[in-house]
Nanobody
Framework: QVQLEESGGGLVQAGGSLRLSCAASGRIFWFTAMDWYRQAPGNQRELVASGAGGGNTNYADSVKGRFTISRDSAKNTVYLQMNSLKPEDTAVYYC?????????WGKGTLVTVSS
């Protein structure tokens, strides 16, 4: 069983920064790929950033150069550093992993960026 719990969301002004955390428990290994998704009201859930344990990372074009995914394997925690936030970044952010063909999601954390 895998459990994911996000934290770190909140209200921030445009141009500001936030760091989201995702604490993972269960069958998470250093090489397990972990992702961040987000879902804005009325929109589909979209992939924001993905990070494989080996250090490979990928980002949505809309966040490249502003967001950084990282992990602390000793703490089983994945982070999403978000800089230069824009109102269009407002969404619920979810942590995700896929293990053995099973998708695991956290409950999400709300990020609101005011203009």
């Amino acid at each position: 069983q895998v459990q994911l719990e996000e934290s770190g969301g909140g209200l921030v002004q445009a141009g500001g920064s936030l760091r989201l955390s995702c604490a993972a428990s269960g069958r998470i290994f250093w090489f397990t790929a972990m992702d961040w998704y987000r879902q804005a009201p009325g929109n589909q859930r979209e992939l924001v950033a993905s990070g494989a344990g080996g250090g490979n990372t990928n980002y949505a074009d809309s966040v490249k150069g502003r967001f950084t995914i990282s992990r602390d394997s000793a703490k089983n925690t994945v982070y999403l550093q978000m800089n230069s936030l824009k109102p269009e970044d407002t969404a619920v952010y979810y942590c995700h992993t896929l293990i053995g063909g099973v998708h695991y999601w956290g409950k999400g954390t709300l990020v609101t960026v005011s203009s």
